[in-house]
T-cell receptor, first 114, second 111 residues
């Protein structure tokens, strides 16, 4: 069974731009969560989507948003990029909402903001 | 505020050594604690622990949770260079609405 896939794997943007990252969950998984990982803050929860609805949201500004499609694929968008948004963005999928114990992570998208 | 604290932040050992990684947590309505290994990219799942106190083992790795003292340890015996990685712990609340990660312990095993 194919794992969680994320595209693109690497991305370079400049301040003020916006970016969209994509995540395709494991087949049959309907919940997708997004995380930001930086050396200073570690791994932080961004949001979780299930059935095309945002179920939970972490403590991030409104510039960070996401959505989920009917096939469970998810995208996250960051608008008005700041230098501090440089990070590894990980998504994880699980069968259902709140089932983090059984979630699988994708390889991540490494974003560099210049 | 919910929080997870890992110690030490980094550790360098020689092959064959035994290491103990620590994770303390404060999470409202705690449900479970997870340990992950992250080598370069995606964290891979190691163990899930609950307040039952049951020790989990997998080969040279083992982990246990102390529900009274609110901490967990991850033991690795007879370390190998392949154990070099960042080890993350994360605590989850009952509703599954909060998954709080520690900042990780970077383990380096030299040959």
């Amino acid at each position: 069974k194919a794992g969680v896939t994320q595209t693109p794997r690497y991305l370079i943007k400049t301040r003020g731009q916006q970016v969209t990252l994509s995540c395709s969950p494991i087949s049959g998984h309907r919940s997708v969560s997004w995380y930001q990982q930086t050396p200073g803050q570690g791994l932080q929860f961004l949001f979780e989507y299930f059935s095309e609805t945002q179920r939970n949201k972490g403590n991030f500004p409104g510039r960070f948003s996401g959505r989920q499609f009917s096939n469970s694929r998810s995208e996250m968008n960051v608008s008005t990029l700041e230098l501090g948004d440089s990070a590894l963005y990980l998504c994880a999928s699980s069968l259902g909402p709140g089932q983090q114990e059984t979630q699988y992570f994708g390889p991540g998208t490494r974003l560099l903001v210049l | 505020e919910d929080k997870v604290v890992q110690s030490p932040l980094s550790l360098v050992v020689h092959e064959g050594d035994t290491v103990t990684l620590n994770c303390s947590y404060e999470v409202t309505n705690f449900r479970s604690l997870l340990w992950y290994k992250q080598e370069k990219k995606a964290p891979t799942f190691l163990f899930m622990l609950t307040s039952s106190g049951i020790e989990k083992k997998s080969g040279r790795l083992s982990s246990i949770l102390d529900k009274k003292e609110l901490f967990s340890i991850l033991n690795i015996t007879a370390t190998q260079t392949g154990d070099s990685a960042v080890y993350l712990c994360a605590a989850i609340n009952q509703a599954g609405t909060a998954l709080i990660f520690g900042k990780g312990t970077t383990l380096s095993v030299s040959s």
